[in-house]
């Protein structure tokens, strides 16, 4: 079945602890998955220190269901916007790279 993934490699800030980096991966992905995503991995790479990175993907049905996800945003971006404040105000990662990747069925 073809589905689309949103996919992010992402960095710690310094001085912020893994703890707290965990802390932030886990209301992203509380956030993308009351947003409409089907699932959401998280990989720690690397060593896991204070400068840990994580690779994250957000998994939904379809391209459509990844549209309808931004559209749920754009509608009522009041809520959100509260909640990207909080993340703007106390920087913990920093997104060093993001991409859309639309999986197919075989061919």
């Known amino acids: 079945m073809a589905h689309t993934i949103e996919t992010m490699v992402v960095e710690g800030m310094e001085k912020k602890t893994r703890a707290q980096q965990i802390a932030r991966l886990k209301e992203w992905k509380k956030a993308a998955l009351t947003n409409g995503a089907d699932q959401v991995d998280i990989w720690e790479i690397g060593s896991g220190d204070n ?4 690779l994250v993907s957000v998994h939904h049905k379809s391209a459509t269901a990844l549209g309808a996800s931004m559209d749920k945003y754009y509608k009522a971006p009041g809520k959100y916007d509260l909640l990207v404040e909080k993340w703007q105000k ?9 991409s859309i990747l639309h999986k197919m069925e075989t061919l």
């Open 51 to 54: 400068a840990g990175c994580w």
């Open 90 to 98: 106390s920087p913990v990662l920093n997104i060093k790279s993001y």
